[in-house]
């Protein structure tokens, strides 16, 4: 809070571009400091049916490349690595009209599934098509190590069958362990 000495006449716009200056400024230091090599970017794309999947869909996710490609194989966060996830979109459809859902990312464990937590939700109401989706920027985002992987959860409602979840996509990325 912004202590402001009786005898000051300030207005409020004053204080307001005052706190927006210094908000900028606090900004434009950090993304200068902050650089990413292009390999370090992710894109991660849902597949459903993989073999160590999550869940009774099996729900993983796979690698985008900027060519237009995708990996074969499910995304792994590579060993030293952490993956900073910084923006979240999903789309669901075929749902009841107007019904919310909720969808879940789950940190887990790779070598014990008893070991997990919620590391983001997002909420939708469904239009009068059953259909809804969305884009999260997130502000500070949330980090994996390698020996975890993403799994997927819906709070309100049926993933499938069939797949009602159609699309989810991770962006961010891959960081040192310091």
């Known amino acids: 809070m912004i202590h402001i000495p009786a005898n000051w006449t300030v207005t409020r716009s004053i204080v307001k571009a005052a706190m ?3 908000t900028v400024s606090l900004w434009a230091g950090e993304v200068t400091r902050l650089s990413i090599p ?3 970017i992710v894109t991660l794309e849902m597949i459903s049916g993989a073999k ?10 796979r690698r985008l490349f900027p060519d237009g490609t995708s990996s074969p194989e499910v995304f792994r966060i590579p060993e030293g690595r952490l993956l900073l996830v910084t ?3 999903w789309h669901y459809s075929s749902g009841a009209p107007g019904l919310v859902q909720i969808l879940a990312l789950i940190v887990e464990n790779r070598t014990d599934q008893a070991k997990r937590h919620t590391s983001f939700e997002s909420t939708i109401r469904l239009g009068s098509d059953g259909v809804g989706g969305t884009s999260e920027h997130l502000t500070t985002g949330f980090v994996i190590s390698s ?16 797949l009602r ?4 996509l991770l962006r961010g990325y891959l960081i040192d362990v310091e």
Do not use: T
């Not at 160590?52 to 996710?61: I, K, Q, S, T």
């Not at 020996?147 to 069939?162: H, M, V, Y």
């Open 20 to 22: 927006f200056a210094a």
């Open 38 to 40: 292009p390999k370090d």
């Open 52 to 61: 160590e999947g999550c869940g009774e869909a099996r729900l993983d996710f």
């Open 87 to 89: 923006d979240v979109d």
């Open 147 to 162: 020996s975890a992987r993403i799994c997927i959860e819906l709070r309100n409602g049926p993933i499938g069958s069939p």
């Open 165 to 168: 979840l159609s699309k989810v």
